[in-house]
């Protein structure tokens, strides 16, 4: 598979890896948006949120991934507060094809973002 995120999670293109367990996988944005900007991959290769199925196994994934960003955000001391976004296909401005959650924070967020 020619996906960058699996390549990121297999461990064959170097990343700023911040959290890892046996489904996930959290490492820095190369682009970031905010002083804090994470991404968190399931390791399974799913394109997008819109590929997640009812089954409790990938329900249960979804939630494993935001119970990852709620961890990271504690470890990075966004106790003012942060922000969880999935961009779903390209109108929704996703660009990797790969689930993935960005986790910003360290500044003020505004709304509408964009």
């Known amino acids: ?68 960003a709620n961890e990271l955000a504690r470890r990075q001391n966004l106790g003012n507060g942060y922000r969880i976004v999935i961009n779903t296909g390209p109108d929704g401005g996703q660009t990797v094809d790969h689930l993935h959650l960005h986790l910003l924070g360290g500044r003020a967020m505004h709304w509408p973002p964009g």
């Open 1 to 68: 598979m020619d996906c960058i995120f699996c390549k990121i999670a297999a461990g064959e293109i170097p990343a700023k890896k911040l959290y890892e367990d046996e489904h996930a996988v959290a490492f820095a944005d190369i682009n970031p948006k905010a002083p804090v900007h994470l991404l968190i991959i399931p390791r399974q290769h799913i394109a997008s949120l819109a590929e997640v199925g009812a089954s409790e196994e990938e329900k249960t994934l979804v939630g494993h991934l935001h119970g990852i």
